[in-house]
């Protein structure tokens, strides 16, 4: 993904955008090979990103918090100056929310091919049941 663009950089991935791809810690390891901060921003309580994070060994240099994406974000940038700002979503409504609060934009599909990260099985994050289970590490 680092076609020659600034590696200082700001990158949030949403939560869904990162549970998409198979191996979310190898997709951090690799992305922080080439931006200065790194971090998941959700809409969900705080210990679903914490269990997700801390179940796939993903080691984050900000988070939500009890904070929505929109407040995360702003507050992101504020804290981390960088030369650009990029959030990996999954929609339209990331997209906006991105464009809204002045942050570059890039679907996970396409980040994902760019950097030649695999997408993983979207019902990965569900028991054999199809219950889903982000209420344990």
Same mark, same amino acid.
């Given at each position: 993904? +680092? &076609?020659? @663009?600034?590696? %200082?950089?700001?990158? $949030?991935?949403?939560?869904?955008?990162?549970?998409?791809?198979?191996?979310? %810690?190898?997709?951090? %390891?690799?992305?922080?090979?080439?931006?200065?901060?790194? &971090?998941?921003?959700?809409?969900?309580?705080?210990?679903?990103?914490? +269990?997700?994070?801390?179940? +796939?060994?993903?080691?984050?240099?900000?988070?939500?918090?009890?904070?929505?994406?929109?407040?995360?974000?702003? +507050?992101?940038?504020?804290?981390?100056?960088? #030369?650009?700002?990029?959030?990996? &979503?999954? #929609?339209? %409504? =990331?997209? *906006?929310?991105? =464009?809204?609060? =002045?942050?570059?934009?890039?679907?996970?599909?396409? *980040? $994902?091919?760019?950097? &030649?990260?695999?997408? @993983? #099985?979207?019902?990965?994050?569900?028991? $054999?049941?199809?219950?889903?289970? #982000? =209420?344990?590490?």
């Amino acid at each position: 993904m +680092n &076609g020659g @663009g600034s590696s %200082d950089m700001t990158l $949030a991935f949403e939560l869904e955008a990162l549970q998409r791809l198979r191996q979310p %810690d190898a997709v951090f %390891d690799d992305a922080r090979t080439w931006t200065t901060y790194l &971090g998941v921003v959700s809409e969900k309580p705080t210990y679903v990103v914490t +269990n997700f994070t801390r179940k +796939n060994r993903i080691r984050q240099d900000f988070f939500s918090g009890p904070r929505g994406k929109r407040e995360s974000l702003e +507050n992101v940038k504020r804290q981390f100056d960088t #030369d650009r700002h990029v959030f990996v &979503g999954v #929609d339209a %409504d =990331d997209e *906006a929310l991105a =464009d809204e609060v =002045d942050w570059e934009f890039l679907d996970v599909e396409d *980040a $994902a091919e760019a950097a &030649g990260w695999e997408l @993983g #099985d979207p019902d990965s994050a569900t028991t $054999a049941g199809g219950e889903e289970r #982000d =209420d344990w590490p």
